[in-house]
Structures are given as structure tokens and as C-alpha cells.
């Protein structure tokens, strides 16, 4: 697989296409059109391609540039991979590209949004690539028309990649090898115990005063899969999941790692702690 930089209209078209094969998209309000691309990578933004020994596009990541906190940064709005190429690890090293080039360019942070109870995205996030993660945007992108959104709020976390900070390098160094964690994290109390909802883990009653230093969030595994099962459960756990990563941020926690065990995931939330 080749991966490279995108720069014609042409290539922008075949970004399009992917976006609706990968999210199913019918509203073309959805779609990030080709002009848009092209104009936007030629004022700072970063669009990269994956492309097979056939020269077939395989996937993408997209980032516009920003400004925060008035420093240069780049916003992750897409990263794309078709089905077929799924579970191969390509969108792992499309972010790394995507590292590369912002690096090359004097960027120090990488911004994007992803859904808080998609645990596949959150094991990437965290485990693999390092980021730390302190805000929380309810409904962000409104009804969407893919069906892997349908029927639930489009709530996010905005995740934050500091890429040259030395918590990313180990992450990023420890790739492929089981991760080393403070065992002291067992320790820490779990604001919403879950328990058996039936088809999954349902959510437990959430404890907002805990004032530890470091807290557990849970999330059941497989949310995807819950929403056109159960819609009723999945919009439980989102609204319960909501009120508590609101409330935890609201007093200085941050999210800062994640794991998983057979059927569900959680989050670790630290207070105070500077991530270097």
C-alpha cells in the first residue's frame, strides 16, 4: 500500500466517491465536495491517499489547517477506508502519515472529533496514536444521512494529538507490543457500574461527586451494532455517557487512556495531570 500526498481535482473526485462508499452518505450535504478539497490543500491542508499495487484508492485522511490558542494546527475532519481494507491497520498508518506531514510543516497539534462509544476508534486513539481528550461536543454535525449515524446524536469528543510530545513518542514506539500500565489504575472507582441490559451492557447508575484522582467511565463494546438492535439502549448510553464526560471535564478531568475487556470499554479520566 502507497500512501501520498493528493493534489488534482481528479484525485479530490476519488476522495468523494470514497466518502460515500465509506459512509454511506445519500444527502450530498454530507459530502465534501471536490472544490472544496482542492482549494483547501492548496492553502495549508493535508490530503493523503492509500493506494493498492493497482492503483486503486484504498483510503484517505483529510485535515484542514486552524489556529488555537493562537498557534498553527491542523483539524482531522475525515479519515476513510474502504470495507475491503478494513482491520488491515491502514487507518492507523494513514495517521501517521498524516503526523509526518504536519511535522514537516512546524505543527505541533492535530485536532479531530470521533464518537466517544465507538471503542474501535478509541483503542486507536489512545492505546496506538496518544491522544488526551478534554472536551465534549453534544450533536456536533446534526442528523446525518449515513447509516452508521442514524437514529443517534452525533455527540464527540474533539481528541487532542500533541504529536511531538514524549507521551506520543512512547505510545507510538510501544506500537504492536502489549501496553504497560499503572497498576494502580485497577484502583480506580467506576462512575457507572454497568450491568446486563440484555442484548448488551446497560448503564449503571452515574456517580457525578467522586473526587478521586483518577475515575473509570464505562461504554459497552459494539455500539454500532446496539443502534440498529436496540436504538432504545444505544440512546441510554449515550445520554448517561454524555451527562458524565460533561460533568467529569467540567471539573478538570480529562480523558487520557482506554481499554477494553470482552463486552465493554473503559475510559480512564485523570485530574491535574499534564501529559508530556
Keep these: 500500500m502507497r500512501i501520498r500526498l493528493l493534489e488534482t481535482l481528479a484525485e479530490c473526485r476519488m476522495v468523494a466517491q470514497?466518502?460515500?462508499?465509506?459512509?454511506g452518505y445519500t444527502d450530498a450535504e454530507d459530502v465534501v465536495p471536490p472544490p472544496v478539497l482542492v482549494v483547501s490543500i492548496k492553502r495549508g491542508g493535508i490530503l493523503l491517499g492509500a493506494f493498492?499495487?493497482?492503483?486503486?484508492?484504498?483510503?484517505f485522511v483529510y485535515s484542514i489547517p486552524g489556529i488555537k490558542d493562537g498557534r498553527s494546527t491542523q483539524w482531522s475532519h475525515m479519515l476513510g477506508v474502504i470495507p475491503q481494507a478494513r482491520g488491515t491497520g491502514l487507518g492507523a498508518?494513514?495517521?501517521?502519515?498524516?503526523?509526518a506531514q504536519a511535522i514537516d510543516m512546524g505543527i505541533d497539534l492535530i485536532e479531530w472529533t470521533y464518537d466517544p462509544l465507538q471503542t474501535v476508534?478509541?483503542?486507536?486513539?489512545?492505546?496506538?496514536?496518544?491522544?488526551?481528550?478534554?472536551e465534549y461536543e453534544e450533536n456536533i454535525y446534526g442528523e446525518s444521512?449515513?447509516?452508521?449515524?442514524?437514529?443517534?446524536?452525533t455527540d464527540r469528543f474533539v481528541a487532542e494529538w500533541h504529536v511531538r510530545t514524549?507521551?506520543?513518542?512512547?505510545?507510538?514506539?510501544?506500537?504492536?507490543?502489549p501496553p504497560v500500565r499503572d497498576?494502580?489504575?485497577?484502583?480506580?472507582?467506576?462512575?457507572?457500574?454497568?450491568?446486563?441490559?440484555?442484548?448488551?451492557?446497560?448503564?449503571?447508575?452515574?456517580d457525578l461527586t467522586l473526587d478521586a484522582r483518577r475515575v473509570l467511565v464505562e461504554i459497552p463494546v459494539g455500539f454500532s451494532d446496539l443502534q440498529q438492535a436496540d436504538a432504545?439502549?444505544?440512546?441510554?448510553?449515550?445520554?448517561?455517557?454524555?451527562?458524565?464526560?460533561?460533568?467529569?471535564?467540567?471539573?478538570g478531568y480529562r480523558a487520557v487512556d482506554f481499554f477494553t475487556s470482552a463486552d465493554r470499554g473503559r475510559y480512564l479520566l485523570d485530574r491535574n495531570r499534564v501529559i508530556g
Excluded: C
Design 232 to 251: 432504545r439502549l444505544a440512546l441510554e448510553w449515550r445520554f448517561a455517557t454524555r451527562e458524565i464526560f460533561q460533568a467529569y471535564f467540567r471539573r
Design 52 to 59: 493498492d499495487d493497482g492503483g486503486e484508492m484504498q483510503g
Design 18 to 23: 470514497l466518502e460515500k462508499t465509506v459512509w
Design 121 to 134: 476508534n478509541a483503542r486507536l486513539n489512545f492505546a496506538k496514536l496518544g491522544v488526551v481528550v478534554e
Design 145 to 153: 444521512s449515513s447509516p452508521l449515524h442514524r437514529g443517534s446524536p
Design 93 to 99: 498508518k494513514l495517521k501517521l502519515a498524516q503526523r
Design 166 to 177: 514524549p507521551h506520543v513518542e512512547r505510545r507510538l514506539a510501544a506500537w504492536g507490543t
Design 183 to 206: 497498576g494502580g489504575i485497577a484502583d480506580a472507582p467506576v462512575v457507572n457500574p454497568s450491568h446486563d441490559g440484555g442484548r448488551a451492557i446497560a448503564p449503571g447508575r452515574a
